[in-house]
C-alpha cells in the first residue's frame, strides 16, 4: 500500500499492530471466530497466534486474492490443536466465494470478527466498496464485530494526491476515503470506544508502540464496531 510513500514500513507496521490489539481486545470481550480479508503475507504473530495465545480454541478464516499469500498460506494454518484456521483465495468483490468458504470452518450462528485491515483503499467505489461491506455484515449474527483500518488524504491531502498519481500510473487505483466516508461502513453498529481514531491511536495500552509511528501523520482511520 501507498509503496511511494516513505511512511509505508511504519503504516504497516501500525497497521498490524492496531490487529494485534484488536484481536486482543475481541477476545478478551469472548470472540472466539475470526474472518480475516485482506491477510497480507504472514507476519508472526498472525491474527490466529494471537486469538489463540488468548483463547485457543478460536476458529480463523483468513483470505486475500494475491497469489503471493496463498503461496505462504501454510504459516497461517498452523495453529492449536483445539481451535481451526483456514485460508481462502478469493476476492472481497466476491462476498458469496468468501461467505461459502467461511461457512465450512465459523458457526454463523455465533458472534464473528470480520476484520478489512488495511484492505478498503483497494476497493474503489466503483467496485461497491460500501455495499460489499454491508453484504457480509448482513450474513453475521448479533453480538459481530467489524474491524476495519483505511488510508485518508485529510490529513496530507497533497502529499496523498501525490502518492495516489503515482500509484494509479503504476497501476493500482488507490481509493483514500475522508472520515466520513470511512464511517459509513459501520452503518447500523455501535462504535466501540474511542469511535474512529488514527490506528495508533486505538487502545494503545492493550499492545507495544511502534518506532516511529509519532514521528509526523499516520494518514488513517480505525475503528471497531458491533452488531446489536
Ligand atoms: C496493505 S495489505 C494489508 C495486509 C494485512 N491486513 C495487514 O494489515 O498487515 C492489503 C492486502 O489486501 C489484499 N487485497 C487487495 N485487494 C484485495 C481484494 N480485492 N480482495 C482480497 N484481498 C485484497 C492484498 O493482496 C494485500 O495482501
Not at 4 to 10: E, I, K, M, N, S
Not at 22 to 49: K, S, Y
Request: glycine share 8%.
Amino acid at each position: 500500500m501507498l509503496a511511494l510513500d516513505p511512511r509505508v514500513p511504519v503504516m504497516a507496521r501500525v497497521n498490524r499492530a492496531f490487529m494485534h490489539r484488536t484481536t486482543n481486545w475481541l477476545a478478551g470481550q469472548g470472540i472466539r471466530q475470526f474472518l480475516d480479508v485482506g491477510t497480507g503475507i504472514p507476519t508472526e504473530p498472525n491474527l490466529h497466534q494471537v486469538a489463540q495465545r488468548i483463547a485457543p480454541d478460536a476458529r480463523v478464516v483468513y483470505c486475500d486474492n494475491d497469489p503471493i499469500v496463498l503461496a505462504h498460506a501454510v504459516a497461517l494454518l498452523r495453529g492449536t490443536d483445539e481451535g481451526a484456521t483456514e485460508y481462502l483465495q478469493a476476492d472481497v468483490r466476491d462476498p458469496d466465494t468468501i461467505l461459502d468458504g467461511a461457512r465450512k470452518v465459523l458457526d454463523f450462528s455465533r458472534p464473528i470478527a470480520l476484520s478489512l485491515i488495511a484492505l478498503l483503499h483497494f476497493v474503489p467505489d466503483e467496485d461497491g466498496a460500501h455495499e460489499l461491506v454491508a453484504r457480509l455484515l448482513a450474513e453475521l449474527p448479533s453480538g459481530s464485530y467489524l474491524v476495519i483500518t483505511h488510508a485518508t488524504a485529510d490529513f496530507t491531502p497533497e502529499e496523498s494526491q501525490a502518492a495516489t498519481e503515482k500509484l494509479k500510473a503504476a497501476g493500482v487505483t488507490l481509493a483514500l476515503r475522508s472520515r466520513e466516508e470511512f464511517a459509513r461502513f459501520f452503518t447500523g453498529l455501535d462504535l466501540i470506544e474511542p469511535g474512529i481514531e488514527v490506528p495508533h491511536r486505538w487502545h494503545p495500552e492493550l499492545g507495544d508502540p511502534v518506532p516511529g509511528q509519532d514521528d509526523g501523520v499516520i494518514p488513517g482511520y480505525g475503528a471497531v464496531g458491533r452488531k446489536p
